[in-house]
Structure formats: C-alpha cells, structure tokens
C-alpha cells in the first residue's frame, strides 16, 4: 500500500510538472533604464548587455523555448517608465523588467508588474521601501544595494572614516532616503550629522553646496548622489580644496566607470562602499573580461548585478519551466546565488537577496597599476551586518 500511495504522489508530481509551461513560447526579459541621462554609464547600455551575457550562458534557450532580451529608456520618468511596462507586459509579452536605476520609475512600474502579475529583477534603484513597506515578494527581488544596506555598512566603517558628516544629497526618493539611511547608521554607532544641503537632479554647479560643507567643519563630506552628479560634485570637492582638511564619501562612485570618468587625481583617497569586487575572483575576472571586449569599457555593479539578477531568473525558469513570477521568485529564494557578482548570494522572502559588501578606498595614481586597477579593498562587511534584518524591514506580505 505504501508503494502505491509514493508512486501516485511521483505521478501526480510528474503531471504538475507536466502541466508547468512557460507563456507564449518566450521567455522574454525588458531591460527598463536609463538611457540617454546622468545614469547611462553605470547602468543603461552596459546593463543591457550584461543582460544579453546571461542569456548567452544559457544558449538564449530554455527548455527549448528562446530567450529574448529587449530594452528602452525611461528618461528617469516614473510615467514614461511605468508606460513602457505596461505596454511591454500587455501587448509584447515581457515577463520580466530589469535595471530600472530611478526608485521612482521602480515604483511606478512595480504597481503595473503586480497587476500585470509579472517580475520585476530591480538592481539599480536604491530604496529600501523595496522590501520594507512597499515589499511584493511575489513579483519582485532587490538584488545589488539598498539605502538601508549603504548606511549600515558605512556605520560598520565609521572609525575608519570620521565621526562627524555634512551630506550633500540629491533631491528624490533615492537621494533622501540615502541620507535618511546613512544618519541613523552613523548617530547608532556614535557619531553626528552637523547638516545637510539637497541640490535639483542634472545639477552641474555644486560650489554653493561645497561652501556649505566646508563651513560645517564636519570631518566628513559625503555625497548623497549618482551618475554625472556624483562625478560634477567630486569635482567641485577637489577644486574647493575640501579634501585638504575633510574626507569624502562619494556614493556615487560606486563603479569603475564614474571613478575613471572623474579621474584618480580628483577622487584618489575617498573611500566608499561597493557591493561588487571585479577581481574578487575568477568568475568576477571572466565577467569583467567578456563586458570589457565588447564595451570598451569596465562593468559596473549596476550591470554585474543586472546579469546575475538574470541568470539567477533564467535558472528558475529552467528549473520550474514556467514563467509564472510567484513560482520562479520561490524557486530563486532555493537556489544560493555564485556567480560573477557574489559566491554568497541568498534570496530573503521579503526579495532582499543578501550577499557582502566591502570597504574600498580609491588609489592614488601611482598605486594604480593598469587602467582599471582603481580601488584597494579596506574590510569585508558580512551580507547579514549590512542589510536590514528581515524582522525589522515591516514588510506587510511576510508579517506575522
């Protein structure tokens, strides 16, 4: 009796499998970015084809289905965003958007992919709401960074950097947040924000910011902002002379590209925190190889993160042979991330996946030995002291 009730569960099993099948007969992937903005180097171009590098690992076909990687350009505008998706999920068949950058258009577009009932594989965008209030475990995962994790790891670092901080931050959800994020971090391991001073997105002269922070006489300056803002504030800092007397933190000198695009002779000696290390090791080597042969130019964690985001997807749909974003989103929570940008990957139930980060500091052009040589690793944070605690994030879908 009991062999036959296990050989009924394996048939009824074997069914379910059966009747588990990918829609439309494509499995189809919208790189959803910036484009033509201030955060194109980091993400846009390159994200769309650290994207492409994922699919080709997998032949651009899963279980005989193809694989079909698409993009387009939100212009950093949370209507435009949410419009492309809407568009893509209703009448192209997109079953997932990546990338993405602006926490506004993020969230545009995750209202449209739940009642759509499609994934969202965020690795740009910023906001910790992603998996704290605004949490949708179903339909989305936060893969490289939040401003939670930004904070925490910089309150992890704070005797190596100063106690005392003027933040110069970018005025949108992503910007406040960071700020928001960061300051707690430092006033819970002991040190002060003296003030702070928020300037329009697209910003190009920052000297009545860098004044103000000067005159704080805080030891620490960081800079709340991505893109060309980051790069334009970093120059502003280093013609004012204020890394005579204080330290920078420029977030957004979070890759290769905007570190080599300000120039080690502006930013060398800043320090900061990166979620990816591009010669951590021979998986990180290779994908940072293959993106530079066809780029021309270094990934950044934006666009490692894109494509692990994606294989990590493309894996679940292999393995689940189906599309369904609730059934895929489980089977990723299953499957440790190693790849190219983590060894130590694990998807959360809240869609955090949580994995170390590290204390760079940027070299000097002396140290530098090769082009893309740029960063010295300071410390390893562990990826459970540098995200928010899954219990302390309030995401409603996981309250018990």
């Not at 004012?240 to 933190?249: E, R």
């Not at 692990?308 to 499957?335: C, F, G, H, Q, W």
């Amino acid at each position: 009796m009991r062999v036959v009730a296990c050989s009924f569960t394996a048939l009824l099993l074997l069914a379910a499998a059966a009747h588990a099948e990918i829609s439309g007969s494509k499995v189809k992937i919208g790189v959803l970015t910036d484009l033509s903005g201030p955060y194109e180097a980091g993400t846009g171009r390159g994200s769309v084809e650290a994207a492409k590098i994922a699919a080709e690992e997998f032949g651009y076909k899963i279980n005989g289905v193809p694989i079909e990687i698409i993009s387009a350009d939100h212009q950093n505008k949370p209507d435009i965003g949410a419009g492309i998706a809407r568009h893509w999920f209703d009448l192209e068949g997109v079953d997932a958007v990546t990338d993405l950058v602006n926490s506004g258009v993020a969230f545009a577009t995750l209202e449209v992919a739940k009642a759509a009932n499609k994934a969202v594989l965020l690795t740009s965008a910023g906001s910790a709401d992603f998996t704290g209030k605004a949490c949708a475990p179903n339909n989305l995962v936060h893969w490289v960074y939040d401003t939670y994790q930004l904070g925490a790891s910089i309150g992890q670092a704070l005797p190596q950097i100063g106690k005392t901080w003027f933040f110069i931050t970018v005025d949108y959800t992503f910007g406040r947040a960071l700020e928001e994020g960061t300051t707690a971090a430092i006033e819970k391991n002991g040190g002060k924000v003296l003030g702070s001073v928020r300037h329009p997105l697209g910003t190009t002269d920052y000297s009545s910011y860098v004044l103000q922070a000067q005159a704080s006489g805080a030891e620490v300056v960081a800079l709340a902002n991505g893109g060309d803002d980051a790069i334009n504030a970093v120059k502003s800092a280093r013609e004012f002379g204020i890394t005579q007397k204080q330290k920078v933190v420029p977030f957004g000198l979070d890759s290769l590209t905007t570190i080599h695009s300000a120039s080690l002779e502006l930013a060398q000696g800043m320090m900061f925190v990166s979620v990816w290390l591009p010669d951590r090791d021979d998986a990180a080597k290779a994908f940072f190889a293959k993106f530079l042969e066809r780029r021309k130019t270094a990934p950044g964690s934006f666009q490692v993160g894109t494509y692990s985001a994606v294989r990590s997807y493309l894996k679940a749909v292999e393995a689940t042979n189906s599309d369904d974003p609730k059934t895929v989103i489980a089977k990723m929570r299953e499957t440790p991330v190693n790849d190219a940008f983590t060894p130590l990957g694990k998807l959360r139930p809240d869609g955090r996946m949580v994995h170390d980060v590290y204390v760079v500091q940027i070299k000097s052009p002396a140290d530098s030995k090769a082009e893309w040589d740029l960063l010295k690793l300071v410390a390893t944070i562990p990826g459970d002291k540098a995200f928010r605690p899954l219990d302390e994030g309030g995401c409603p879908a996981i309250a018990h």
